[in-house]
Nanobody, 123 residues
Framework: QLQLVESGGGLVQPGGSLRLSCAAS????????IGWFRQTPGREREGVSY???????NYADSVKGRFTISRDNAKNTVYLQMNSLGPEDTAVYYC?????????????????WGQGTQVTVSS
């Protein structure tokens, strides 16, 4: 079974930065497409970014130019570097894995999820 564990969330002031980590156990992250999602109460889980097996990346328009996804195969970890954070980025952030390459910003594409990490942007 694929296990994913997110970490790195917390409270940060507007304009600040955080780096989230998604660590895998039981499988190689490099063999899957990995996505980052976020969710706030009452809203659907939305795609933030993904990195494919080959290393291609993509971002939601709302985070382009501010967030960067990367993968360290040696550490079996995917990162989400988040800069210029604003209150609208407050959410629980999840990473997920899938073997299918279709709509990778859609939560419906993924079957394996981590437990989430809370990011709160507030002064």
């Amino acid at each position: 079974q694929l296990q994913l564990v997110e970490s790195g969330g917390g409270l940060v002031q507007p304009g600040g930065s955080l780096r989230l980590s998604c660590a895998a156990s039981g499988f190689s992250l490099g063999s899957y497409h990995i996505g980052w999602f976020r969710q706030t109460p009452g809203r659907e889980r939305e795609g933030v970014s993904y990195i494919t097996m080959s290393g291609s990346t993509n971002y939601a328009d709302s985070v382009k130019g501010r967030f960067t996804i990367s993968r360290d195969n040696a550490k079996n970890t995917v990162y989400l570097q988040m800069n210029s954070l604003g209150p609208e980025d407050t959410a629980v952030y999840y990473c997920a894995a899938t073997g299918t390459p279709w709509d990778l910003l859609s939560r419906r594409e993924y079957k394996s999820w981590g437990q989430g990490t809370q990011v709160t942007v507030s002064s």
